[in-house]
């Protein structure tokens, strides 16, 4: 921008921020760590959103995932028997045979207070028994339950089963996930950096002119920290913002898949997270500035 | 103020710029310091400022022992001093304004005075009006005034010029010089490194003439006239 000064020239001017001080240049090398940053954090978020609707898929949120075995033509001794035998196997917390009653009620809930049709339904339906695991419940609890349910000709839920193995994969997903972040995170920290190291090396006389002024360390060292946390900060929002456009593109088949999944919940540590590898960044980057302002002759 | 006991500086490179410079500066005065190039004057402005230590002898400036003082020691006295460089070193990625607040800044002034104090600084050097222009804006002369104004934007006591009228015409060196003299008179020791021996006449000081890193000469200014001291110079130990 430039204005008419009184001799007639055009001169430079620059917006202002309060107090009169004017942002600090902002070039290609900023605007690269930024698109950089800023695509990272991206697929960064995009890997979470995919987390979050794989776990929302999986009802990885509920804590209390239970087993449910189907013994036909149950007669109650047999139905206690095969009861106490499941409570034997390691890795169960509870067993639970399942009255009647409630599977009355849950039937008429589910069909809408067709009582008639519920009687006729329930005549035909298995004993049931409800299975809950452990906390330390093993990776061969499933396998276990099913060898003493086939003892006694009775079956098991297999989609609880097949439920519970893809909330383990996405546990250990979440975990490699976790470790993914950090070593982007560095990467990031690394381009904020080495972006600010030359930041520094262009303002080399600023940078100087403060110390033969008498500046202190952090006087010398707060603005680039600044401008470090900005820029992760700036890079984080466009990063939430190009979140929105495959979130929008794959709504309707989250929708299908009944997976719960949230952009918003994603804002924060985006915004933060960037602000946060921004200013390691700077620090890394004005670490390595000579904290001597005088040299020895 | 200042007083300097068989200094001697030698660089890293093994040059040596000052073989034992001995010489005091009173306060208050107006101090030219002269001599060829490569006579140490400028070596002699960077040890007063501590920009670089002194590899023996004495110097104190303002009390401060400068060869064995702190960085927070050496901190605190530039902050009490204002420089002025012949190539001015103004940030022209800032305006006028911001280049005048920065020592005020970093002596941690509160930002609703900076503007206040900033105008009035340019306006004692004619500059009030472009309190918003960027330096590249200004003619040479403007930006020398510019630099004057930041260095006494904090009222030091002392100002140290490094040849800031070098690249002036006669005629802007001599309002630049007026500058100087006005902050003399209002209380600031002014020591300045020059090569402009025509401006002694019109505006006159004690002088410390240097030659080859050790005062040749010392002629102190007093009433309209100058009195000459003798000073014996000092041979280097081998």
Known sequence: MFRKSDNGLQERTMPRLPGGFSLPPFGLHQWLALVIVCIALWAVGLLWLGLQAGSSWTQGWRQDIRFHIYLEQADAPRLQALADKLAKVPGVAGVRIVPIEETRTWLDTWLGGSAGVARELLAALPGTIEVTPGLHGGEFLYADLADTAKAFGASINQGEAHLVQAQRVIARVESLLWFGTLIIGLAMIIIISNTLRMTLLARADEVQLMRLLGAGEWFVRMPFLLEGGLLGAGAGMFAWLLLWPPLIAVGDWLQQLNADVSGFALFLPLLLGGALVGWLGALLATTRMASENTSAA | ?238
């Open chain 2, 1 to 238: 103020m200042i007083q300097m006991n068989r200094l001697m500086l030698r660089y890293p490179t093994g040059k040596t710029a000052l073989s034992g410079m001995t010489m005091n500066i009173e306060k208050g005065r107006f101090a030219y310091l002269t001599g060829e190039s490569g006579a140490g004057k400028s070596s002699l402005l960077r040890c007063l400022y501590g920009g670089v230590r002194p590899s023996s002898g004495q110097l104190t400036v303002q009390g401060v022992d400068v060869r064995s003082a702190g960085q927070s020691q050496i901190r605190k006295l530039r902050r009490d001093i204002g420089i002025i460089f012949q190539d001015h070193r103004l940030l022209f990625s800032r305006t006028v304004f911001e280049n005048v607040a920065l020592p005020l800044r970093v002596q941690g002034w509160k930002p609703d005075r900076l503007v206040a104090r900033a105008e009035k600084v340019l306006e004692f050097v004619g500059l009030k009006d472009r309190l918003w222009s960027f330096p590249e804006a200004l003619s040479g002369g403007e930006q020398q005034r510019v630099a004057i104004a930041r260095a006494m934007s904090t009222k030091p006591s002392l100002i140290l010029a490094d040849e800031p009228t070098g690249n002036l015409d006669i005629g802007t060196a001599r309002h630049v010089m007026d500058y100087l003299m006005e902050l003399n008179r209002q209380g600031s020791t002014v020591i300045m490194a020059t090569h402009d021996l025509h401006l002694l006449d019109t505006h006159p000081g004690d002088i410390f003439r240097l030659h080859a890193g050790a005062l040749a000469e010392e002629l102190h200014f007093v009433q309209g006239k100058v009195r000459a001291q003798e000073e014996e110079s000092y041979v280097p130990e081998i």
